[in-house]
């Protein structure tokens, strides 16, 4: 039954206690933090600049004290996506993706397809990407609880309430969101040990396994958000059933204070994310 252990590869949303540097920042230190790097990744385009997001997402995943291999480990279940997406762009992007700090050399032309060295770039940059973004999901939720991710979101959004942003309201959406993450590995694991029980073949084995899985799993989307909905309607119900009310007015028992570490991890974040922004068209390659 190792085919359908899908919560040992989920690695986000998942809290893991622990007493790291990590662990002790405010929250809203840890979202800026996320948000400053995630600016960064999202305008790095170059072999260059996104080595050094790796090392330095890797570098705070140690940290934080987080196992890389169960980091790692959350790449498993979007391999095949992965794999589909690179071919897409390999061989159908090489015209619109010029390459950073190269000339456009093409490798192969034929019709629509079109390889260069374009779209050899961005078919690694975005799997560099990929990683960067899961260590620093990971890192997030694997080092804050829900109910502190929570209040340091609505903490950060209570400016712009006064503009009409309700932020009570999303910040509940987003920890929502994020619970319901392990809820449907949970609920998808669960679904396909069913159906193996009553003889599907969904642990299938050969060349090609990971096509077959996909399309395998992708007959269990109905059932898996059938119960999700269901999930969802349960919850409104038994907020219904305790009178809950939006943001205006509520109050908060946990009031969020800056320590000195806070503040070092915000500037040094924030200086590395505008150096990132500032001097990415300065990397040779």
């Known amino acids: 039954m190792e085919d359908f252990e899908l919560l ?4 986000i949303g998942q809290y893991l206690p622990g007493e790291s540097l990590i662990h002790r920042l405010d929250p809203r230190t840890k979202l800026s933090i996320f948000l400053f790097i995630t600016m960064a ?13 790796v090392l330095v997402t890797m570098a705070l995943v140690l940290l934080s004290g987080v196992s890389m291999r169960y980091v790692f480990s959350g790449i498993k279940p979007a391999i095949p996506l992965i794999i589909a997406l690179s071919i897409l ?17 093409t490798y192969f032309h034929w019709g ?31 080092t804050t609880t829900l109910t502190d991710i929570t209040h340091g979101m609505e903490n950060m959004l209570q400016p712009f309430s006064k503009i009409g ?7 509940l959406v987003a920890t929502i969101a994020l619970r319901f993450v392990p809820l449907l590995g949970e609920q998808l694991e669960i679904i396909m040990k069913a159906q193996a029980s009553r003889g599907a073949d969904i642990a299938h084995k ?56 806070d503040y070092v991890a915000y ?14 068209d300065y990397f040779p390659f």
């Open 8 to 11: 040992r590869n989920l690695t």
């Open 206 to 261: 050969g060349k090609l396994q990971f096509v077959t899985t996909a399309r395998q799993v992708a007959a269990l989307i109905v059932p898996l958000f059938i119960d999700a909905l269901r999930r969802a309607e349960d919850l409104i119900l038994a907020m219904q059933a305790r009178c809950y009310i939006g943001g205006r007015g509520r109050s908060s028992l946990v009031r969020l204070k800056f320590a000195p570490l």
């Open 267 to 280: 500037a040094l974040s924030l200086a590395f994310s505008v150096a990132m922004l500032v001097f990415h």
């Open 41 to 53: 990744v999202t305008f790095s385009v170059s072999y260059m600049a996104n080595i050094v997001l």
């Open 165 to 171: 942003v309700p932020a009570h309201e999303l910040s």
């Open 89 to 105: 762009q390999l061989l159908f992007y090489g015209e619109t993706f010029t390459p950073h700090g190269m000339q456009s050399v």
């Open 112 to 142: 629509w397809i079109h390889v260069t060295n374009g779209s050899l770039q961005l078919v690694i940059v975005s799997a560099m990407r990929f990683i960067e973004l899961l260590f620093l999901t990971s890192l997030l939720t694997n």
